[in-house]
């Protein structure tokens, strides 16, 4: 079945950077939009980035806008999300996930701003 896997999620200092990696296999990965998503403790899930499937196209969440940079390599089908200037809000659990909603999402990895 398809299949996406996070990674680089980890414990870092307010003001600090993260990137994030999410690996696709078992389905056309270049055809699909992505987003990266977050979900923080208490709170609802959020859409924060958005690459269209060439990498032409990105949108971000006004929260992060600025300090997130989404990108995508179609020849590893690999996703990325690089963070700076992270701040304590920051912290949640972090998901890749096709656009359509249904195709493909991970299991997430965990980001803690502290």
């Known amino acids: 079945h398809v299949q996406l896997v996070e990674s680089g999620g980890g414990l870092v200092q307010p003001g600090g950077s993260l990137r994030l990696s999410c690996a696709a296999s078992?389905?056309?990965?270049?055809?699909?939009?992505m987003n990266w998503v977050r979900q923080a403790p208490g709170k609802g899930v959020e859409r924060i980035a958005t690459?269209?499937?060439?990498?032409?196209?990105?949108d971000y969440a006004g929260s992060v806008k600025g300090r997130f940079t989404i990108s995508r390599d179609n020849t590893k089908d690999t996703l990325y999300l690089e963070m700076n200037s992270l701040k304590t809000e920051d912290t949640a659990v972090y998901y890749c996930?096709?656009?359509?909603?249904?195709?493909?999402r991970g299991q997430g990895t965990q980001v803690t701003v502290s």
């Open positions: 078992r389905f056309t990965y270049r055809k699909y939009g």
């Open positions: 690459i269209n499937s060439d990498g032409s196209f990105t």
């Open positions: 996930a096709t656009v359509d909603g249904h195709t493909a």
